[in-house]
């Protein structure tokens, strides 16, 4: 069962290309995430929106654009990367963060990002 | 800093029973989440302690101890479908989730 859906899977780019990642949540919830995670490190998060307004941005460089048009859709905009920007991009959502301890968050697939 | 700590990686015989654990150091504490990763999927929510205690969900256990700063996650029986990495994440006194680097399971036949 996967609420939360992202394209595409797999992506190999450039340093100088420009691409998106697309993400979609169908469990009506109000937040939504982007992490990056990297082998045998823990989760980084990236950016959270909440009801449609960015709250977190974590130092996060300005090649990583995030942009959310609505509850249900979040955007990663990406432009002259990094080799080691290659990682596994994550997208999660939950009911609202703020909510109490209990809010969980439910996660996509993820894209599988490679920089050459 | 904050700061979880987990096993790398932990190997177990299908039908036995394996006990991962987690400890944390947090600016406060407001639940502690267990989720499983099987490779090259998503992470998928297994359990949330807030109270000290075991919370039994069928062949899967969490335990939480808040003076100690402890969990652990039991799994019993062990298939070899358990095999999968799984992340521990504390939520803090802002609310924001603290991650583990993850344990990653090996169930032998």
């Known amino acids: 069962e996967t609420g939360v859906t992202q394209t595409p899977r797999h992506l190999v780019m450039g340093m100088t290309n420009k691409k998106s990642l697309k993400c979609e949540q169908h469990?009506?919830?109000?937040?939504m995430y982007w992490y990056k995670q990297s082998a045998k490190k823990p989760l980084e998060l990236m950016f959270v929106y909440n009801f449609k307004e960015q709250t977190e941005n974590n130092s996060v460089p300005s090649r990583f654009s995030p942009e959310c048009p609505n509850s249900s859709h979040l955007f990663l905009h990406l432009h002259t990367l990094q080799p080691e920007d290659s990682a596994l991009y994550l997208c999660?959502?939950?009911?609202?963060?703020?909510?109490?301890?209990?809010?969980?968050?439910?996660f996509g697939p993820g894209t599988r990002l490679t920089v050459l | 800093g904050q700061n979880i700590d987990q096993p790398t990686e932990m190997t177990a015989t299908e039908g036995a029973i394996v006990q991962i654990n987690c400890t944390y150091q947090t600016s406060g504490f407001n639940g502690l989440f267990w989720y499983q990763q099987h490779a090259g999927e998503a992470p998928t929510f297994l359990s949330y302690?807030?109270l000290d205690g075991l919370e039994e969900k069928g062949r899967f256990s969490s335990f939480l101890s808040r003076s100690k700063g402890y969990s652990y996650l039991l799994l019993k029986e062990l298939q070899m479908k358990d095999s999968a990495s799984y992340l521990c994440a504390v939520r803090d006194s802002n609310y924001q989730l603290i991650w583990g680097a993850g344990t990653k399971l090996i169930i032998k036949p």
């Open positions: 469990l009506g919830h109000n937040a």
């Open positions: 302690n807030v």
């Open positions: 999660a959502s939950s009911q609202e963060p703020t909510s109490g301890g209990r809010d969980t968050q439910y």
